[in-house]
């Protein structure tokens, strides 16, 4: 009886509070519709343009004529600038305009605000989506508390290609992982209430493809296949907008010949008709404008007329939707149901927001003083950041270091780089109010006599400071060597060729280890790198990213073992950058890789192999998986399998272990992926501890895009494996049946714009 009530409450609760977000909604909808009927053209365009903020000596100040601009309602939103008392002076200029209609404050707030987390492909490598969420979260908190509403963030973009520069941005190569990041993040900027003071709009960017550069030269092509872009690049895109991300940002590239900015197919037509998602789409920076050099626009207006027509809401920093569109919709060019359209986006978001309420409750000067680093946030970012380190190697258990040694030796130009510890973009954050390296080693064993020399730097061929480097590693009892890129080599426009370390480096690494001393490597940087010329002959190596305002002490953490490493990669690290792209979830081919048997598909060179696979990542302590067991040993497209192992702790600490669950489709009438994730779970188990864990797989998790782009299941053999990295698994196997007989089972029809003939293939009929 008590059940059933309670079932009744839940549901009496339910659908009053969805009768409440109805009149919510409804009541939203009437305010800016009526608000739109009394705008003129000229100021619905201006809703349409975010113009770029300009800081000066001494805070940011308005552009030249910005006021009047504002007072016009000719500017819907600015970038790039922030602090409560600016943001507030602005608004109260806004609401001088006719409509009084408040400013839009957006910026890159990345991976914190003045608070700076690990880049996020390092908060990638923590595969710990609570504590990401909660680091964008504190994000949010600093980030609104200055007066901003916007963030451009959270980056999906899946990045199989490490010389990419952007590769830092997001969370690697695998879409699962970055689906369930790229949710994570929009949960923690958006929170359950936008209208909060402390929640602002986020934005999944950059849609779509940006990742997959050609050649991996930042802006340049892509050229994906259509099955490929639903499978891999578009699923963290509509993990973002089922999390309720309210914003998406187009990518500067183009996709299949066809500019994004100009693509009413992805754009009005994918996101939006299909997905049937209704927030703002943002141009990236100068999008709109970038259509005439792509060769897609003769001249600015039509720039203006294409980005509109394929629904792009905001011009950012062109000023082409402001400067050229009001004669095009007057003379039928453009049509005004398209402005309305997107002004509409825009107006619903300031309501959302909650500046139409009170266009104030984001500057708050209190607020602000109060929020920024405070200490709470210091300590989640040092506990991130610990998580995000991965233990590459560690040979002889050469890690952890001793607290009683005697002299250590820190050597390298980034041990001491406070700018490059907090990374790109990293929006208010402060270098000095960082940990450096060498710092943080100083702060953990104070008794000792911690030595540096800067060795080399990673952006000059000078090797002078070698022979310092190598004395410096004589007198010492270990050496610590911090080698790497430093911030601005990895991040936009910072594609590289080569993916060795830059410099003089891998000359340091060959001349310190001439020294005799054991040497322990501390990688920092945003992208793999290919170490192979040193990575057999060091005993250990950790990939310490750009770890943020607490990277020493995160960094001396686990260098003394106060904590215990437990990141894994979230991108393959090559051998050498000739064999990129290389990413774990290829496709077989029809030869697939064999030793001694030259055709197949490898190099004469160098193995096939990666140096990390994707996945990778020791601890301190050592795991067993044993008893890999599956609850059927068939199941049909409705049922769920649950997949169970059991983990022990088989070393002498407590440790953390991300268990990871791939599956493989065996047949298929696409080719299917040699691996792909599925499932993760991050477990702490004390020494001699066993957990056991579970995975639930359904149609869902096994499903891909079939040649019609019909999201389907196929009925056959399936191969499960459940280990510590990509490679190091268990494997078991399992028939999916299908006893309508049918050949596939739809799960989703992709294009629902256009009608697929049933077909058969093999003589199979689809189930629908
Ligand atoms: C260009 C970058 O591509 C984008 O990621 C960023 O959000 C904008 N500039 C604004 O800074």
């Given at each position: 009886m008590m059940a059933r009530l309670s079932i009744v409450g839940a549901a009496l609760i339910l659908s009053v509070a969805s009768a409440a977000a109805q009149a919510t909604t409804s009541r939203a909808a009437r305010f800016v519709d009526s608000l739109l009927a009394r705008m003129t053209l000229e100021e619905k365009l201006g809703q349409l343009t975010q113009l770029p903020g300009r800081w000066g000596d001494t805070g940011p100040v308005v552009p030249e004529g910005g006021e009047g601009e504002i007072r016009r309602g000719q500017v819907g939103s600015f970038l790039g600038v922030f602090g409560a008392g600016y943001t507030r002076r602005m608004q109260e200029v806004a609401l001088q305009s006719r409509h009084k209609i408040p400013l839009l404050f957006a910026h890159d707030v990345i991976h914190g605000f003045r608070t700076i987390f690990p880049v996020s492909i390092a908060e990638a490598a923590s595969w710990d989506p609570q504590a990401v969420e909660h680091a964008a979260r504190i994000a949010a908190i600093e980030a609104t508390a200055a007066g901003l509403h916007w963030t451009f963030a959270p980056m999906v973009d899946i990045a199989r290609d490490a010389r990419w520069g952007r590769i830092v941005e997001g969370a690697g190569e695998d879409p699962y992982l970055g689906s369930i990041m790229a949710a994570a993040r929009v949960r923690g900027f958006q929170g359950t209430d936008l209208s909060a003071p402390n929640t602002m709009l986020a934005t999944a960017k950059h849609f779509v493809g940006y990742g997959a550069a050609e050649g991996g030269r930042d802006y340049n092509i892509a050229d994906i296949p259509e099955v490929t872009l639903r499978d891999i690049y578009l699923p963290p895109f509509h993990a973002a907008i089922d999390a309720g991300a309210g914003s998406v940002m187009a990518s500067f590239n183009e996709v299949a010949g066809e500019p994004v900015h100009a693509s009413e197919r992805l754009i009005d037509g994918l996101?939006?008709?299909e997905w049937g998602w209704n927030g703002v789409l943002v141009s990236d920076y100068t999008g709109v404008l970038e259509l005439i050099p792509h060769g897609v626009a003769a001249?600015?207006?039509?720039a203006g007329a294409l980005a509109l027509r394929a629904g792009v809401d905001v011009d950012m920093v062109s000023r082409i939707y402001l400067n050229k569109l009001a004669p095009l919709v007057r003379s039928g060019r453009v049509a005004m149901r398209d402005v309305n359209a997107a002004v509409r986006r825009v107006l619903r978001a300031k309501y959302d927001l909650g500046l139409f309420a009170d266009p104030f409750r984001y500057s708050d000067t209190t607020r602000e003083r109060q929020t920024l680093l405070a200490a709470e946030h210091r300590a989640a970012a040092r506990a991130l950041a610990r998580k995000a380190i991965v233990l590459l190697r560690n040979e002889g258990r050469a890690l952890p270091l001793s607290k009683s040694l005697g002299t250590i030796a820190v050597i390298g130009s980034l041990a001491t780089d406070a700018r490059s510890s907090i990374g790109n973009w990293s929006a208010a954050g402060r270098a000095e109010e960082g940990v450096t390296v060498l710092e943080g080693i100083r702060r953990a064993v104070p008794s000792a006599r911690v030595v540096h020399a800067r060795g080399a730097d990673s952006a000059t061929a000078d090797t002078s400071?070698?022979?310092e480097a190598v004395r410096?590693?004589?007198?010492?009892?270990?050496?610590?060597l911090v080698v790497g890129e430093h911030q601005e080599q990895s991040a936009e426009a910072n594609n590289r060729a080569f993916l060795g370390l830059p410099g003089a480096q891998e000359g340091l690494v060959r001349a310190v280890r001439g020294a005799g001393k054991p040497v322990v490597v501390v990688l920092m940087g945003g992208r793999p790198l290919a170490i192979s010329s040193f990575a057999d002959s060091v005993p250990a190596i950790m990939h310490a990213w750009?770890?943020?305002?607490e990277m020493g002490n995160a960094v001396a953490d686990v260098l003394f073992g106060d904590a215990n490493p437990s990141g894994k990669l979230p991108?393959?690290?090559?051998?050498?950058?000739?064999?990129?792209?290389?990413?774990?979830?290829?496709?077989?081919?029809?030869r697939p890789p064999v030793a001694n048997q030259k055709y197949t598909s490898k190099y004469i060179d160098v193995p096939w192999t990666p140096l990390y696979p994707f996945g990778h990542g020791l601890s301190y302590t050592t795991f067993a998986y044993r008893n890999l067991r599956l609850s059927a040993a068939a199941m049909r497209p409705s049922d769920t399998l649950i997949v169970s192992v059991d983990v022990t702790n088989t070393g002498d600490r407590v440790g953390d272990e991300i268990v990871q669950l791939?599956?493989?489709?065996?047949v298929g009438t696409l080719t299917r992926p040699v691996k792909e994730l599925r499932g993760f779970r991050r477990i702490t188990l004390q020494p001699g501890e066993t957990q056991s864990v579970s995975f639930a797989l359904g149609s869902k998790d096994l499903a891909f895009h079939d040649a019609a782009l019909d999201l389907v299941v196929e009925p056959g053999f399936f191969r499960v494996y459940v280990g510590s990295s990509s490679e190091r698994v268990e494997e078991a196997r399992f028939e999916l049946v299908d006893p309508r007989r049918c050949g596939k089972r739809v799960l989703r029809r992709e294009v629902p714009r256009f009608t697929w003939p049933a077909k058969s293939r093999m003589g199979a009929v689809i189930c629908r």
């Open positions: 996101l939006r008709a001249d600015s207006a039509s400071g070698f022979a410096v590693a004589r007198d010492a009892d270990v050496v610590v750009y770890l943020g305002t991108v393959t690290i090559p051998r050498t950058v000739g064999q990129v792209p290389l990413y774990y979830n290829h496709r077989n081919t029809g791939y599956i493989r489709d065996e």
